[in-house]
T-cell receptor, first 113, second 114 residues
Framework: AQSVTQPDIHITVSEGASLELRCNYSYGATPYLFWYVQSPGQGLQLLLKYFSGDTLVQGIKGFEAEFKRSQSSFNLRKPSVHWSDAAEYFCATNTGTASKLTFGTGTRLQVTL | NAGVMQNPRHLVRRRGQEARLRCSPMKGHSHVYWYRQLPEEGLKFMVYLQKENIIDESGMPKERFSAEFPKEGPSILRIQQVVRGDSAAYFC????????????FGNGTRLTVT
């Protein structure tokens, strides 16, 4: 079965610093990949998605992610983090016939001023 | 243009009571998904429904849990005879079509069983 691993449970960065959140997937074929963000007490908001084509995907709020088949990775990046980016970030994959997602355990981002 | 609406936001039940969680999908969306999020964990798929049909319930516990999405009205996730281990955040998501449509999530219902 497909799975998603987020190796970093908690990351702290300074405001203005660059950010990279790691995500590795396990699946034989090319998966559909997603990054979601969850603010405290809120639902999940889609940041970006990869289905096929260009392996560098641009999302909302200045985020981007790169699909690397050779590394089975889909890491999320942002060149300059803002304090409002503090939240929990989930990587997810969908390899089924519907939009049924398998989520990673999440990475909690803390931003220091 | 309302998003996915879930109510109540918070629900407290004593052990043995029933919990009923409601979800109204986004306008134009006919696919509904329920996920459960335990503390410090990611979301786990529970069930996928279309109008009047359960398409995939592979993530639903075999007992006490049921879901429906009637022709009229919201989708309902029902938990009978709740236990402490049912305490979690339950999220509903909807999509327009299957597979290629991204999911839009509600803000969740936080169930606490005392």
């Amino acid at each position: 079965a497909q799975s998603v691993t987020q190796p970093d449970i908690h990351i702290t960065v300074s405001e203005g610093a660059s950010l990279e959140l790691r995500c590795n997937y396990s699946y034989g074929a090319t998966p559909y990949l997603f990054w979601y963000v969850q603010s405290p007490g809120q639902g999940l908001q889609l940041l970006l998605k990869y289905f096929s084509g260009d392996t560098l995907v641009q999302g909302i709020k200045g985020f981007e992610a790169e699909f690397k088949r050779s590394q089975s990775s889909f890491n999320l990046r942002k060149p300059s983090v803002h304090w409002s980016d503090a939240a929990e970030y989930f990587c997810a994959t969908n390899t089924g016939t519907a939009s049924k997602l398998t989520f990673g355990t999440g990475t909690r981002l803390q931003v220091t001023l | 243009n309302a998003g996915v609406m879930q109510n109540p936001r918070h629900l407290v039940r004593r052990r043995g009571q029933e919990a009923r969680l409601r979800c109204s999908p986004m306008k134009g969306h006919s696919h509904v998904y329920w996920y459960r999020q335990l503390p410090e964990e990611g979301l786990k798929f529970m069930v996928y429904l279309q109008k009047e049909n359960i398409i995939d319930e592979s993530g639903m516990p075999k007992e006490r849990f049921s879901a429906e999405f009637p022709k009229e009205g919201p989708s309902i996730l029902r938990i009978q005879q709740v236990v402490r281990g049912d305490s979690a955040a339950y999220f509903c998501a909807s999509s327009r079509e299957s597979r290629n449509s991204p999911l839009h999530f509600g803000n969740g219902t936080r169930l606490t069983v005392t």
